[in-house]
C-alpha cells in the first residue's frame, strides 16, 4: 500500500515547527516528507489533507489494555483495597477468550484516540497479540511477574513474543516490589544479564509501597532495584510519583524513564507525580493511561493535559512544565521507552505510525499555537485519522479492522462471567 498525503501541514516533532507540503508512505514506512513536488509516480490512494496536520502517533507508555473489563466496575478504593477486592479476585476469572476482546475493545479506544502502540503489561499475552495482528495494532508487551506467577515463563515469553510478529515484541518486566520477593527480584536481575535486557516495573506508584518497602530493605525501591542489578542495561518505572532526589538521581545517572499516569494516580488518591522535577532534571520521561479500571479512560490527551498542569499546584507558577516538552514525551519519549526508534518522529525511512488532526474542530481553532490546542483543549475527537505501519485502521470515525459492534456485544457477553 502507497498513500500520498498532500494539502498538508505536519508536526514532525523532530521540533515544534509546523511545515507545510506532503507526506508519503510505501508499505510501513514514510518514502518522503517535505514541499508539495509534482511526483513521477503512482500510488494506491492520494488523499487531500485541505490544510489538516500529521503527526507522530501518540504511544501509551503504560497501560493493561484488557483491563477494560473493569472500567467503572470498582472505582471507590485506593489502590490496595483496589486490587486486593476489587482487581486480583475478577483476574482470576479471565480467560484467554476474554482477554482477546478486552484487548480489542482497547485498540478500538487507542486508535480512535490517535494512539499507534502501547506497553502493555498483562497476562494470557498470546491472546492480546493475536488480537493486535488481526488489528494492525502495534503491540509491545512487558513482562508482569510476580509472586503469584510468570517468572518461571517470562523467559518463554520474551523469545516468543519477539519472535511473533513485526507489529509484536516483549520488554522484561515484574508488577511491582510489593508484590515480588527478594529471590524474584534476583531471577529478574539474572534475566537481564542473561540477555543485556533493559527492565520496567512499577515503581513507587504510593507512599505506603514506598514505606513497605523501605521496612523490608532499609531503602527504596529504585535503589533497591539499582543494587540488585536490575537496571544494569536499562529499562524503567510506571507511576515514580514518590520519588527522592536519590531515586531521581539513580534513574538520570542510568538513562532510565520514569513513565507518568497522572489520572490513575488521581483516581486511586495515589499522590501527584511531580512531572517538573523530572524535566528540570533533563531526565527521560513518558506517558501511560494506566489500565481502564483505574483512570477509567485511555485516552492519551487528558493524561498529557495533566501532566502539563499538574506542576503548576506545587510551585505556584503556571508555566511550571512545558507543553511542547510534554508532547514530545507522548510521542517521541514513548516510542523510545518502548523500544520502538523507528516510530518516534516524521521523516523518512520511519514507520508510518501517523495521525492526522482534524483542524477543523472547535477545539483546534484558532491557531495561535496549534501544539499548546493539543495539550490544552484537544481530546480524542480531533482524531481524523490513525495509520499504523501504513495502513489507515481508522479514519472519519470509521475503523477498518475493527467490526465495533461485534466488539461491544462479545465484551458484555464475556462480563457477565466476570461480575
Ligand atoms: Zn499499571
Redesign the pocket.
Known amino acids: 500500500m502507497s498513500v500520498r498525503f498532500y494539502n498538508c501541514r505536519m508536526l514532525t516533532m523532530k521540533d515544534d515547527k509546523i511545515i507545510e507540503g506532503e507526506l508519503w508512505t510505501d508499505k510501513d514506512k514514510i518514502s518522503y516528507i517535505g514541499p508539495s513536488v509534482k511526483a513521477d509516480r503512482s500510488f494506491d490512494r492520494e488523499i487531500d489533507c485541505k490544510g489538516n496536520l500529521l503527526m507522530p502517533g501518540l504511544k501509551d507508555a503504560?497501560t493493561?489494555s484488557a483491563m477494560t473489563f473493569s472500567r467503572s466496575l470498582a472505582d471507590e478504593y485506593c489502590l490496595d483495597k483496589w486490587l486486593h477486592k476489587a482487581i486480583f479476585p475478577r483476574e482470576a476469572k479471565l480467560t484467554e477468550e476474554a482477554v482477546y476482546w478486552f484487548s480489542k475493545l482497547a485498540y478500538a479506544e487507542y486508535i480512535s484516540g490517535g494512539i499507534t502502540s502501547c506497553f502493555d503489561?498483562y497476562f494470557f499475552k498470546e491472546a492480546s497479540a493475536k488480537a493486535a495482528v488481526e488489528t494492525g495494532f502495534r503491540h509491545i508487551f512487558c513482562g508482569a511477574a510476580n509472586d503469584f506467577g510468570g517468572f518461571d515463563e517470562l523467559e518463554e515469553y520474551y523469545l516468543k513474543l519477539n519472535d511473533f510478529d513485526p507489529l509484536v515484541s516483549f520488554i522484561y518486566g515484574f508488577h511491582a516490589e510489593y508484590t515480588t520477593c527478594e529471590d524474584n527480584l534476583k531471577r529478574m536481575s539474572d534475566l537481564a544479564h542473561k540477555y543485556n535486557a533493559p527492565v520496567f516495573t512499577?515503581i513507587s506508584e504510593t507512599s505506603a509501597e514506598v514505606e513497605g518497602c523501605k521496612e523490608r530493605y532499609g531503602v527504596t525501591p529504585a535503589v533497591l532495584f539499582d543494587k540488585l542489578g536490575i537496571f544494569d542495561f536499562g529499562g524503567g518505572g510506571?507511576h515514580c510519583v514518590w520519588f527522592t532526589d536519590e531515586d531521581r538521581e539513580i534513574f538520570k545517572k542510568r538513562g532510565l524513564w520514569s513513565v507518568f499516569?497522572a489520572c490513575?494516580n488521581l483516581k486511586l488518591a495515589s499522590g501527584i507525580t511531580p512531572v517538573y522535577k523530572f524535566i528540570s532534571n533533563d531526565m527521560k520521561i513518558a506517558i501511560g493511561t494506566?489500565?481502564a479500571g483505574s483512570n477509567n479512560s485511555l485516552s492519551m490527551f487528558r493524561e498529557m493535559y495533566l501532566d502539563t498542569v499538574l506542576s503548576n499546584i506545587e510551585t505556584h507558577n503556571a508555566a511550571a512544565v512545558d507543553p511542547f516538552t510534554i508532547l514530545k514525551a507522548g510521542t517521541t519519549g514513548g516510542a523510545l521507552c518502548m523500544g520502538l526508534n523507528d516510530s518516534d518522529c516524521l521523516s523518512e525511512g520511519k514507520k508510518a505510525d501517523i495521525i492526522m488532526i482534524d483542524m477543523n474542530k472547535p477545539s483546534m481553532q484558532p491557531e495561535n499555537n496549534i501544539a499548546r490546542n493539543i495539550i490544552y483543549s484537544a481530546d480524542n475527537s480531533v482524531v481524523k485519522m490513525t495509520m499504523i505501519d501504513g495502513k489507515i485502521l481508522y479514519e472519519d470515525g470509521t475503523f477498518t479492522t475493527i467490526d465495533l459492534d461485534e466488539v461491544i456485544r462479545e465484551s458484555n457477553r464475556l462480563m457477565k462471567g466476570l461480575v
Open positions: 503504560h493493561h503489561m512499577h510506571f499516569n490513575s494506566d489500565g
